[in-house]
């Protein structure tokens, strides 16, 4: 039992925490990736007066806090530092909302209120769950997980939230359920903003696992991060985080689990089949067909600001946890 709790970094405003140097080389390098045109609509370069633009993420990022966390110690280090959260809170993937980065501001039309998730299929207890049966039925933790996404960048995130086993208890799937589907939130009028129209993709997001995956210690929905509500950007209220997985298998703000015999059809693998696969392990040996998945940018924001290039490892450093799924 925790009785003295230790802020963690990121609760801390960032003048306490980060060395007068280290800050102004931060904002040099946000400057230098401005400048580089890497991401250049979603990293403002901070003067003495705040653009409209960072308000507005801050406004995005500044949630109620979650309360009756616990801390999960097989979870609180990610052996590389936890990336900063404005950082990570602009540096998104979230196609409903557009193909740009400028997607962690589109995504503020998502509505959250009311939130329902449905789960059905072959189980013995089907039921419609709000978030506050969520948060209240299963108890949440914090895990630091390192994240990898399929781009060949990389971050390190702290989520709160609960192992999907937990679920899985509750519902008890029968015995011939095999596979599991996950299905985001999607209104035609609300999401897939102009400018952003891929032909007749396969909307709405769909991920799926098989059920001993979802089984797994790691596999967990998250409904925070950085010790607060889940921002819309990241899929709130509530989304997958299966950190074995390229980041595209955590099907953002989800609405719909459904237990099944057979494998679903996913949104990327039905896309771009021979791109993304059903499985998507992250495997440092198996390359993209465009890209090499042997090395990835980091994006680090701690003391040591950097977007380091790192080696790949096999199941993003979680083997320990997942390769006995896998052998043949
Ligand atoms: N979920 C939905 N509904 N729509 C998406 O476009 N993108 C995926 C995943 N989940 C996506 C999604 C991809 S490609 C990645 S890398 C991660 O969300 C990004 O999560 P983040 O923006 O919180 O870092």
Known sequence: MNFIRIPKSWEIPEHQVTAENVYFNRRRFLKILVGAGIGASMIPIAGCQKSASETALEASLNLPKIEKVRDNPAFINANRPVTEEKLAGQYNNFYEFGGTKKIWLNAQKLPTENWKVEVTGLVKNPRIYDLDDLKQKFPLEERIYRFRCVEAWSMVLPWIGFPMKALIEAVEPTSQAKFVRFTSFYDPNITTGPGFHIGSLPWPYTEGLTIEEMANELA????????????????????????????????????????????????????????????????????????????EKFISSGPGLSWERKETLPYNGYGEYVASLYAA
């Open 220 to 295: 967990f929905f998250a409904v925070g991060i950085y010790g607060h509500n889940l921002p819309k950007q990241h899929g709130a209220p509530v989304r997958m985080v299966i950190p074995w997985k390229y980041g595209f298998k955590g099907a953002k703000s989800i609405v719909k689990i459904e237990f099944i015999d057979t494998q679903p059809a996913t949104f990327w693998n039905t896309v771009v089949p021979g791109e993304y696969d059903f499985e998507a392990n992250v495997n440092p040996n198996k390359p993209h067909p465009r890209w090499s998945q042997a090395t």
